[in-house]
């Protein structure tokens, strides 16, 4: 049984493009923090903020799916590997925002003073 060389050249060229596009967007946006995303808020975080999440988690979802070959695999293990991160992710950004603003009230409100 033989196996034919198919050269994915292209393909990681692809990734690398998209994936570099994607981070080029992150960084301009975290050097000039456009206002109107910085100063809106949406569920207890600036735009900006969501837009750094949003794009992190494609990034990460894209790496999974090309590096680590998840689109040639059956549809019910993709959807495994993929709910799951995703209820984990999701569970770790509401952590973060409770926590966050719970620690964020305790500075503001009382009197221990910010030491960093």
Known sequence: MSH???SHT???W???ALL???TTVEVILGIYKPGIL???HFIGLN???WIFYILTIYKAYYIVWAFMHMEGEKSSLRWSVVSTVI???LYLLFILLTEGHYIFEVFKNSTIKWNF
Do not use: C, D, M
């Open 4 to 6: 034919e060389y198919v």
């Open 38 to 40: 910085e100063f809106n």
């Open 14 to 16: 692809f990734v690398f």
């Open 10 to 12: 292209k393909r990681i």
């Open 20 to 22: 570099s596009v994607v």
């Open 47 to 49: 735009l900006l903020n």
């Open 87 to 89: 209820f984990l992710v």
